[in-house]
């Protein structure tokens, strides 16, 4: 059996198609015969464009997950659940329920509120077989996913605020092995040698999983990582790409 990890939200759009590239971040994780939207995007009208222009039909996804609090995470929650016909589980931290406006306005409306069913993580939490959230970590409570494939752990994380450390460590923890891809964004938005040492430090000491960058990993950012683990050890992860995965 195969899973699927496909980009529908980033700020990055595959070249020569309709995809809308924008601020935020979108994962959709196909595996266990279920859909898993890990996080949102912060433009609802783009991540229902992009889905749509993916065939992916919106009462066709099985949950949500919310990485952390962050408009360019959430954005797009009340737009999927206008959308929706169907109530939809959503999966977040515990400091969600404090947040009452987005842009400006009520987070959710009533009529978008009925159809969410909130799931408050306090820790690890198992989705599916294949499927696991992780967290929280710091001060944001930011979770990840990470995917069991055949190879070994799949992280799929948005910023890691924390730093990759934590996350990693508790990944080798739980999985008794050190993860093999890295998928979603690093917080490291600017070439900054000293900024990216660590995290590029940390990396290698987990055995240099292969990473598919994407979000707040800016192509400077991007182009260190290829310098320090080589152009095959470091991938865009764009609207549109897409990685399949064996798990069993």
């Known amino acids: 059996m195969n899973a699927k990890v496909l980009s529908v939200y980033d700020e990055g759009a595959l070249e020569n198609t309709s995809y809308v590239g924008a601020e935020g971040i979108s994962i959709l994780v196909e595996v266990d015969g279920e859909r898993t939207l890990f ?28 990485s952390h609090n962050h408009r360019a995470n959430m954005g797009g929650l009340g737009k999927l ?5 169907e109530p939809l589980d959503i999966y977040v931290n515990g400091s969600f329920g404090q947040i009452k406006k987005l842009f400006g306005r009520p987070l959710l409306s009533e009529d978008r509120m009925a159809k969410a069913n909130f799931h408050v993580m306090g820790g690890n939490t198992d989705l599916s077989e294949h499927l696991k959230a992780i967290g929280p970590f710091g001060g944001l409570e930011e979770f990840s996913l990470v995917l069991s494939s055949s190879d070994g752990p799949v992280v799929i994380s948005s910023c890691y605020h924390s730093g990759v450390g934590p996350v990693l460590t508790e990944v080798r923890n739980v999985y008794g092995k050190d993860p093999c891809h890295l998928i ?14 660590p995290s590029a430090d940390v990396i290698k000491d987990f055995g240099s999983p292969h990473m598919h960058l994407c979000h707040c990993a800016e192509n400077g950012a991007m182009t260190y990582m290829r310098v320090r683990f080589n152009l095959k050890g470091v ?14």
């Open 39 to 66: 996080d949102t995007g912060m433009r609802g009208r783009y991540l229902i464009h992009n889905l749509e222009y993916m065939d992916v039909k919106v009462d066709s996804i099985t949950r949500v997950v919310i």
């Open 184 to 197: 979603g964004g690093l917080h490291v938005k600017k070439a900054n040698q000293a900024k990216i040492d």
């Open 81 to 85: 659940l206008e959308e929706r016909t």
């Open 235 to 248: 991938d865009d992860f764009y609207v549109g790409t897409s990685i399949e995965f064996k798990v069993i």
